[in-house]
């Protein structure tokens, strides 16, 4: 079984469709740390396995 806290946010898929995804330096950001925190959990072999922009959540 898999337990995970509740992170208060929106979706990366939601995020993307509003209007605050128009800031390209934002966006540029938020890509950045994505691929950062996905690095991060690969060099301690964590791998999430279904990836997608509904099961990012951006706070």
Do not use: F, P
Not at 1 to 24: F, I, P
């Amino acid at each position: 079984m898999s337990v995970m806290e509740y992170v208060k946010g929106c979706t990366l898929n939601d995020w993307l469709n509003s209007s605050k995804s128009n800031n390209r330096d934002l966006r540029n950001r938020i890509a950045k740390e994505i691929l950062q925190t996905i690095k991060k959990c690969h060099d301690l072999k964590i791998y999430h396995g279904d990836l997608h922009s509904k099961n990012i959540i951006i706070s």
